[in-house]
């Protein structure tokens, strides 16, 4: 048996260990911010204009608070505050969940399952590099079982074709 027919799989060939430098890819996605004394509406706008429903606060570079299109909605519209009369600092949230890039894809799913949350920020030296979302990390499964699903199908295929 040689080493590419062995069973055994690499960590990072398994999902769950599957590391958050390679989930995040070569390419890092931008990451869309707003300042704590900014309106919501403000907030908002950089939403809507980037497709996003999260961003992050940011003091300088520090990480301060996050926002979400559901914090808006909850905190703004049905306590009948005035969106573009709100500052950002008012209803973000300040405990804010992160990971750094030594996490790994169960990691991420654990953290965001044991908070309910749907954003988590990538922080590496203070600095915010990226923001995890659950539909990455369900996009890196699909692909994943994809991948796993095609390898089953040529090993099935090489055993129903392959003289016996």
């Given at each position: 048996?040689?080493?590419?027919?062995?069973?055994?799989?690499?960590?990072?060939?398994?999902?769950?260990?599957?590391?958050?430098?390679?989930?995040?890819?070569?390419?890092?996605?931008?990451?869309?911010?707003?300042?704590?004394?900014?309106?919501?509406?403000?907030?908002?706008?950089?939403?809507?204009?980037?497709?996003?429903?999260?961003?992050?606060?940011?003091?300088?570079?520090?990480?301060?608070?996050?926002?979400?299109?559901?914090?808006?909605?909850?905190s703004?519209?049905l306590?009948?505050?005035?969106?573009?009369?709100?500052?950002?600092?008012?209803?973000?949230?300040?405990?804010?969940?992160?990971?750094?890039?030594?996490?790994?894809?169960?990691?991420?799913?654990?953290?965001?399952?044991?908070?309910?949350?749907?954003?988590?920020?990538?922080?590496?030296?203070?600095?915010v590099?990226?923001?995890?979302?659950?539909?990455?990390?369900?996009?890196?499964?699909?692909?994943?079982?994809?991948?796993?699903?095609?390898?089953?199908?040529?090993?099935?295929?090489?055993?129903?074709?392959?003289?016996?």
């Amino acid at each position: 048996m040689s080493v590419t027919d062995h069973p055994l799989r690499r960590p990072e060939e398994i999902l769950a260990f599957r590391p958050l430098k390679q989930i995040l890819g070569a390419l890092p996605k931008p990451v869309f911010s707003i300042a704590p004394a900014d309106t919501v509406y403000d907030a908002v706008r950089i939403m809507k204009d980037k497709d996003v429903g999260f961003v992050v606060v940011l003091e300088g570079d520090e990480l301060v608070g996050v926002l979400s299109e559901r914090d808006c909605a909850r905190s703004v519209t049905l306590a009948r505050r005035l969106a573009d009369a709100t500052p950002v600092a008012d209803v973000m949230v300040r405990d804010v969940i992160t990971v750094d890039t030594n996490s790994n894809f169960a990691d991420c799913l654990r953290l965001m399952h044991r908070h309910g949350i749907r954003h988590l920020p990538v922080v590496e030296n203070r600095k915010v590099l990226a923001v995890l979302s659950v539909r990455d990390l369900m996009g890196e499964a699909v692909a994943h079982h994809t991948k796993i699903i095609a390898q089953l199908e040529r090993e099935r295929m090489t055993m129903f074709t392959s003289p016996v």
